[in-house]
C-alpha cells in the first residue's frame, strides 16, 4: 500500500480537495483507495453524505497513535492507497501521518503568506525523511504570479524544482467548488474538463513519483490468468489425447 499526505499550516490552500480529487483520479486509474480523514473539521465526511457512492470510504482517524497501527492493517488488507487529508496546522496526528507517508504532498496557492507557511511541513517531511511534493494551487491560469510562486517554492525547498513541484498547476476553476458541494470529485463532476484533466495529470506525476502502476499490475494479473487457461486447457487436451491414443 502507499500512503500520500496532504499537508501544510495554511488553512484553506486546498488539501481536501485535492485529497478527494486525487483519491477518483486514482480510482479511475485502477487503485483501491481510502480516503482517512484526520481533520476534526470534517470536511471529507460531509462530503461523503452528500454523496451515494460509498466509495471511496471515508475513514476518521483523529488520534494520532491510531494512525500507524491502522495503517498497517489497511496494507494488510490489501488496499492499495490511502490518501490522508490533514488539518491546517501541524498537530501530532499530521506529524504522524507525515512519518508513515510514501508521499507528503503540500498544497500552496500562489500567494507569499501560502508559500512561507510550508516551511514548518517541509521540515517535518525532512526530518523523517519522507518523499514530498508542492502542489501550486488555486493558481490563475497564467502569468507571473506563478513563475513568482515556483521561485519562491525552489528558494524554501533549496532544491532544483523539477524534483518537488508536482505537475500540473491546478487552476482555480468554480468545477472543484462545484463537485465538491455536489458529493462529487471534480472528475465524476465534469470528467472532460479541465480540472479533471489537471488533477488526473497529477495523480499520473504522484504515480510515477511513487512508480506506481495498477494498470500494468492489472495486465500482468490478466496475462498470468489467461496463461493459467490456456495451460489448462492444453493439459486437458493432452490428458484426452494420451487417452484416445491408449
Ligand atoms: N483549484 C481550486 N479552484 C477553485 N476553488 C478551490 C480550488 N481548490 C480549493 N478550492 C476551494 O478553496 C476552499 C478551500 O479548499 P479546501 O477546503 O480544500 O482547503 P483545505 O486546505 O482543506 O482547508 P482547511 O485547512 O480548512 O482544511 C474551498 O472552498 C474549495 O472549494
Ligand atoms: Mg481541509
Known amino acids: 500500500m502507499h500512503t500520500i499526505v496532504l499537508a501544510t499550516q495554511k488553512g484553506g490552500s486546498g488539501k481536501s480537495t485535492l485529497a478527494i480529487g486525487l483519491a477518483l483520479a486514482a480510482r479511475q486509474a485502477g487503485f483501491t483507495v481510502r480516503l482517512i480523514e484526520t481533520d476534526p473539521q470534517g ?32 496494507a494488510e488488507s490489501g488496499l492499495q492507497l490511502a490518501i490522508v487529508d490533514t488539518a491546517a496546522g501541524l498537530s501530532a496526528a499530521t506529524t504522524a501521518a507525515i512519518r508513515h507517508s510514501d508521499l507528503c504532498l503540500i498544497p500552496a496557492r500562489p500567494s507569499v503568506a501560502d ?24 493558481t490563475p491560469i497564467r502569468g507571473q504570479r506563478i513563475d513568482n510562486a515556483a521561485d519562491a517554492l525552489a528558494e524554501e525547498a533549496a532544491l532544483d524544482l523539477t524534483e518537488v513541484l508536482a505537475r500540473p498547476l491546478i487552476v482555480m476553476r468554480n468545477d472543484h467548488q462545484d463537485s465538491l458541494a455536489a458529493g462529487l470529485a471534480v472528475s465524476e463532476f465534469a470528467p472532460s474538463g479541465k480540472s479533471a484533466e ?44 494420451t487417452t484416445l491414443a491408449s
Open 43 to 74: 470536511t471529507l465526511s460531509s462530503w461523503q453524505r452528500r454523496r451515494s457512492d460509498k466509495d471511496p470510504v471515508v475513514e476518521p482517524i483523529y488520534h494520532a497513535a491510531n494512525i500507524e497501527p491502522r495503517l498497517k492493517m489497511l
Open 198 to 241: 489537471e488533477i488526473r495529470g497529477l495523480w499520473r506525476w504522484i504515480a510515477t513519483r511513487l512508480d506506481l502502476s495498477a494498470t500494468t499490475n492489472l495486465l500482468i494479473d490478466q496475462v498470468i490468468s489467461a496463461a493459467d487457461g490456456i495451460l489448462h486447457v492444453a493439459a486437458e487436451r493432452a490428458s484426452d489425447e
Open 115 to 138: 508559500i512561507e507557511a510550508t516551511l514548518s511541513t517541509l521540515s517535518v517531511a525532512r526530518a523523517w525523511k519522507r518523499p514530498y511534493g508542492f502542489v501550486l494551487n488555486q
